[in-house]
């Protein structure tokens, strides 16, 4: 099949949609039943809250101030999507100097059980799920491989019942915080790596196991903003045909800032919002750190 027909197509997998672009059913299955090592480092992320930010800060700190892969390596191939038709390629190349770097989308119902046979750890980084809705709303526009919004209304619907590509965030995270004692996790938000990168670089390292120098802290520090990234090829997906990521209408590190989805709510979407976050989180017994 030729790209542009892939393009379109969707994998349905535990119910979840995911795009046939990049998956398969096979893949999808693969990485549930993945062997992982007890030294594997795993990053999981609903989209749009920070996954491309984490791989880089995570690259940065194992890679001990040698920035060759910084410059030199995609992001995809650092730290591969495990659930992706690619991963057991990628994987065979990865840097074995390093512990296997690897990143997931999937739910914790899907990929926990495999997990859980090992120590591996796992870094979970969230996002206010309003910031994630406007952000996965522009990346619906500029993705080859997602549908286009029909408007950001409709998205925000659908993002609320939980039926867009990826599932339901409120179940993503859910379920993935309802494993901090069953796993060793760190919860790390986007708004605390935002608001105190240097703090909360150091609680990842700590967690990681590697304790960084004063010069390596400001190494990552550089290599992690922003205005760095948006100009790497490694990591603002430039690389990518124009088919799959096209970037002349919006940049895929589009805004970069916490509370831009005050720009787009209206009241009574903010309201509605509220109301089911409230109903789905509310007896989750767990603290989120976000202003809603
Ligand atoms: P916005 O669309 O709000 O700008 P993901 O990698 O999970 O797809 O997430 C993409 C989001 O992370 C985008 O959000 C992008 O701009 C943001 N992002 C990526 N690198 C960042 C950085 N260094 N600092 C702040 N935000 C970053």
């Known amino acids: ?17 995911f795009p046939g672009f990049l998956h398969t059913l096979e893949s999808l299955k693969a990485a549930c039943s993945f062997q992982f090592q007890d030294t594997d480092v795993l990053l999981v992320t609903f989209p749009k809250s920070g996954t491309t930010w984490m791989q880089q800060v995570l690259s940065l700190i194992f890679c001990e101030g040698h920035l060759w892969p910084i410059h ?17 390629s990628l994987l065979s190349k990865l840097n074995t100097s390093w512990p296997r770097l690897l990143t997931s989308h999937l739910n914790a119902k899907g990929l926990s059980p495999a997990l859980m046979k090992s120590k591996a750890k796992v870094v979970y980084m969230g996002r206010n799920p309003k910031d994630v809705l406007v952000s996965y709303y522009h990346f619906h526009q500029i993705a ?19 039926t867009g590509f990826f599932g339901s965030w409120f179940d993503h995270v859910k379920g993935w915080l309802g ?28 967690f ?35 088919e799959i ?7 895929f590190l589009r805004k970069g800032v916490v509370g831009n ?14 109301a089911v976050y409230q109903s789905k989180m509310g007896d989750s017994g767990l603290s989120l750190p976000w202003t809603m």
């Open 245 to 251: 990521i096209d970037q002349s209408q919006g940049k």
């Open 261 to 274: 989805w005050r720009e787009y709510f209206t009241p009574e979407l903010n309201e509605k919002f509220n």
């Open 208 to 242: 990681l196991g590697r304790t960084l120098g004063p010069k390596e802290e400001e190494i990552i520090l550089e290599h992690s903003s922003f205005s760095f990234m948006s100009q790497s090829n490694m990591v603002n997906y430039s690389l990518l045909s124009k």
């Open 1 to 17: 099949t030729s790209m542009n027909e892939r393009m379109n197509t969707t994998e349905i997998f535990d119910g979840i949609r």
């Open 144 to 162: 080859g491989f997602l549908p286009n919004p029909s408007s950001f209304e409709d998205f925000a619907d659908e993002f609320l019942e939980g």
């Open 72 to 88: 030199h390596l995609p992001n995809w191939a650092r730290m591969p999507w495990m659930e992706q038709a690619s991963f057991s």
């Open 179 to 206: 494993l901090q004692k069953d796993l060793t996790l760190l919860f790390v938000t986007y708004e605390e790596l935002h608001q105190e990168p240097r703090s909360t670089i150091r609680k990842l390292s700590e």
